[in-house]
Antibody
Framework: QVTLRESGPALVKPTQTLTLTCTFS??????????VSWIRQPPGKALEWLAR???????YYSTSLKTRLTISKDTSKNQVVLTMTNMDPVDTATYYC????????????????WGQGTLVTVSS | SYELTQPPSVSVSPGQTARITCSGD??????AYWYQQKPGQAPVLVIY???ERPSGIPERFSGSSSGTTVTLTISGVQAEDEADYYC????????????FGGGTKLTVL
């Protein structure tokens, strides 16, 4: 059974750096075709893909946020970490991590399953 | 930036067929994926690669593709299908980015 769980602060102040950890089980990030992505959802709004890290350590970032995001993995701990710098109230959202399957060409992927998500509020 | 366009809402009576569309210029070349999200829950994959159904997803969920539009069809809609549905695909520019549609609220009358 594949499970993922996000952890991190529920409240951050503007300009601070957010660090979120995704701890997963049931698959290995050293297996070809396995990746982990971060996706967020502001309250009442749509989903937004943020970043992806692959089994071979390739990394991809949202074009609009790439200067603020860093994704990394610790394969031995089954963890993926996302940092987002210079947080702003508009970054208030539920942040999800999801196993990302890339069976062939790296351009094609889907997210399954997802963690339960963690709500991050940015406020002074 | 690349966008996937969905209708904000779709309403159907129980037992009827619901069709939710998603339009994007790159959809003829890129697969589409569909997720169901119920209130307070994480999204769940219901269709992958345009029309494939993951194990555990009821047969009443199906997907199809025609040109720049993909469609999620739910046959014999049940009350439990009331949820938000999001399509997802790859950015058209080939820059290895992924996008979601704006979501469609399915209401079961």
């Amino acid at each position: 059974q594949v499970t993922l769980r996000e952890s991190g602060p529920a409240l951050v102040k503007p300009t601070q750096t957010l660090t979120l950890t995704c701890t997963f089980s049931g698959f290995s990030l050293s297996t070809s075709g396995m990746c982990v992505s971060w996706i967020r959802q502001p309250p009442g709004k749509a989903l937004e893909w943020l970043a992806r890290i692959d089994w071979d350590d390739d990394k991809y970032y949202s074009t609009s946020l790439k200067t603020r995001l860093t994704i990394s993995k610790d394969t031995s701990k089954n963890q993926v970490v996302l940092t987002m710098t210079n947080m702003d109230p508009v970054d208030t959202a539920t942040y999800y991590c999801a196993r990302t399957l890339v069976p062939a060409a790296k351009i094609e992927n889907w997210f399954d399953p997802w963690g339960q998500g963690t709500l991050v509020t940015v406020s002074s | 930036s690349y966008e996937l366009t969905q209708p904000p809402s779709v309403s159907v009576s129980p037992g009827q067929t619901a069709r939710i569309t998603c339009s994007g210029d790159a959809l003829p070349k890129q697969y589409a994926y569909w997720y169901q999200q119920k209130p307070g829950q994480a999204p769940v994959l219901v269709i992958y690669k345009d029309s494939e159904r993951p194990s555990g997803i009821p047969e009443r969920f199906s997907g199809s593709s025609s040109g720049t539009t993909v469609t999620l069809t739910i046959s014999g809609v049940q009350a439990e299908d009331e949820a938000d549905y999001y399509c997802q695909s790859a950015d058209s520019s080939g820059t290895y980015r992924w996008v979601f549609g704006g979501g469609t609220k399915l209401t079961v009358l």
